[in-house]
């Protein structure tokens, strides 16, 4: 335990005899920084001497009283030490730690420097914490690896990263149907009024699907070629690389709940072929499109905004030489962007690259279907 306060102070690392305040990790925080001067000299041609930029301030009493004596020209860069005096804690009580990071896509600008920079500074950091008895798991979009290891350096020596890699996290339709079907049912007056077995809910596969379809109608859109409901809604919830998140599945049911709660109370003595009907889902595919355009496109991706909103009210087709009209120079920088993040799909027209808007986008970016 004494190597590992040592290692610890080393790296100006705090010990930590309680539970702490967002003030006092603050004033700690600052007060570390202030120990930071960064400085630029530039030597001018000629041995005309040079010029210096520094950065910062000068530390104040107060600060060297809480850094240890050795921390004052010293980054913090002793991890190594931190992790070999923490294994040695963990081997002699037999214990090991899983850190579990998550939510990394709420960090930092989506798709900037700073986002790839940081990244990189947490991946490296696996490789030095990475033992038998400390364990890192980082759980980060597909989208988001691709963005780190993009650029003209590269990243050196990712397969050391990537070899425990677990396969890419996909909900499937079938995934989908179940998440939807036992949260419908979790109800016991809903289970009892349509006579749904719980039991077999877990059980059978078709069974599910017949359950939902107690709920749903057979298809939203009338005509032979029409898919099924289920598919609808899981096509209708796709981004452009294909992805179904549960979050987005769960919102559009939710509001296309909240429309056909407000269509029977609109006409109490009305009567309705389906718990939840067409239109309602129609109303919920809306709704969640114009969500995913403030909380995802406008909030998370707000350097890239002005782009995409010069594809508001346009059409849902792009073929290259339409978007370098649209996006200008850079086009092909920000329509990478945009498959990216899940924006634009990609396909083949007549041995062209096409790029569609998905279903998911269209009613909030208020585009109507063809080609621009």
Known sequence: MDAFRSACAAARIPEVHAKKSLRSILEWTLNVLRTWRPKVTYRLPQDQGELGLELGQSRSPGTLEQLPPHSETELPRYLSDVRRALEAVLLRANLSIWLMVDRLDELFPRRSELERTALRGLLRSMRILSSDTIRVKVFLRDDMLEHVVS???????????????????????????????????????????????????????????????????????????????????????????????????????????????????????????????????????????????????????????????????????YSEQTLRRTFGPEWRRVTDDLVSIGLFATATRIGEPAYSIPFLYRKGLEVTQGRA
């Open 151 to 317: 650029g003209e350096n590269g990243f050196v020596a990712l397969t050391h990263i990537t070899a425990r890699q677990a396969d890419t996290l996909r909900w499937t339709e079938e995934q989908i149907l179940s998440m939807v079907v036992k949260r419908i049912f979790a109800n016991p007056p809903m289970r009892e009024y349509l006579r749904v077995d719980a039991e077999r809910l877990d059980a059978s596969a078709e069974y599910r699907r017949e359950a939902f379809y107690l709920v749903f109608p057979p298809k939203v859109h009338r005509g032979g070629k029409q898919s099924p409901t289920l598919t609808w809604i899981y096509n209708r919830c796709a981004d452009g690389r294909g992805v179904v998140t549960p979050r987005d599945v769960l919102d559009m049911l939710i509001r296309a709940t909240q429309q056909q709660q407000d269509a029977c109370r609109g006409n109490p003595a009305g009567a309705s072929d389906w718990v939840i009907g067409p239109p309602a889902l129609q109303y919920g595919l809306e709704e969640l499109s114009k969500r995913k355009r403030l909380t995802y496109l406008q909030a998370e991706f707000l350097h890239l905004w002005p782009h995409l909103e010069r594809l508001v009210g346009g059409k849902t087709e």
